[in-house]
């Protein structure tokens, strides 16, 4: 069974175990479509010779998996609510500006922190 778990993992997608009292019975995957306008907008931003990286809490593989999918110059995996803004104000600190896409309220401190957010 590990080998389907490793594949479907591989491929961006969180395995759901499926069981009884007996024990379990199956898996059943899911995984969040990459949306083609994500794919346009990153080329877009690397056509002006901006880098593009993805700040998630999502586990290594997904990430990884979505990463390689848009083509991006890095991303930042398992990253809590809490720690984001950290991680902008080290990018910060190496010199970079940033700007912060975010989707949820877990992303108004590192929306704050970058600096266009």
């Known amino acids: 069974m ?4 490793s594949t479907l993992s591989s491929q961006g ?5 499926v069981a009884t ?13 990459i949306r083609e306008e994500s794919k346009e907008a990153v080329k877009a931003l690397k056509a002006f010779g901006l880098e593009v ?6 586990n290594k593989q997904t990430a990884a ?3 390689k999918e848009l083509e991006l ?6 990253v809590l609510p809490e720690q ?3 991680r902008i104000k080290s990018l910060q ?9 975010g989707d949820g309220i877990n992303d108004a401190p590192a929306l704050v922190q970058a600096n266009i957010g």
């Open 84 to 86: 984001k803004a950290n």
């Open 13 to 17: 997608k969180t395995v759901v175990y």
């Open 53 to 58: 990286a993805m700040l998630t809490g999502d």
């Open 73 to 78: 110059d890095d991303f930042f995996a398992e």
């Open 93 to 101: 600190d190496r010199g970079k500006r940033v700007a912060m896409v």
């Open 65 to 67: 998996y979505v990463a």
């Open 2 to 5: 590990r080998k389907p778990i």
């Open 21 to 33: 009292d007996k024990g379990i019975q199956g898996l059943i995957a899911l995984a969040d479509l």
